[in-house]
């Protein structure tokens, strides 16, 4: 499975972005999509999850009400971002094959793309 990011950019707080992950295969029902956020000097998080099968989305309680996770038929990956802060800058990544909200349980890896929210 490939993935390739895009969307992201530079947006004063308070504003909206949307990134989109493109998947060139599908893996399986039990697994779960998500994208994950990494700031400088810090690990990599998690910011929303998705199932590959009927199981709930989750996210991050800094971003809850805030972001929306989905996909679309052909498994591309959305992240919808509202109401932006200057703390949700980072690099924004979407990864595919996990079981949980760990990176460590992720097979596949987007390239990520640059988030950047002026105050």
């Known amino acids: 499975v490939q993935l390739q990011a895009c969307g992201g950019g530079l947006v004063q707080a308070g504003g909206s972005l949307r990134l989109s992950c493109s998947a060139s295969?599908?893996?399986?029902?039990?697994?779960?999509m998500a994208w994950f956020r990494q700031a400088p000097g810090k690990e990599r998080d998690v910011v929303a999850t998705?199932?590959?099968?009927?199981?709930?989305t989750t996210y991050a309680d800094s971003v809850k009400g805030r972001f929306t996770i989905s996909k679309d038929a052909k498994n591309t990956l959305y992240l919808q971002m509202n109401s932006l802060k200057p703390e949700d800058t980072a690099v924004y990544f979407c990864?595919?094959?996990?079981?949980?909200?760990?990176?460590?349980?992720?097979?596949?890896w987007g390239q990520g793309t640059l988030v950047t929210v002026s105050s």
């Open positions: 998705i199932s590959m099968g009927t199981g709930p």
């Open positions: 295969g599908r893996t399986g029902s039990s697994t779960r």
């Open positions: 990864a595919a094959g996990g079981i949980g909200t760990s990176p460590k349980t992720y097979a596949y």
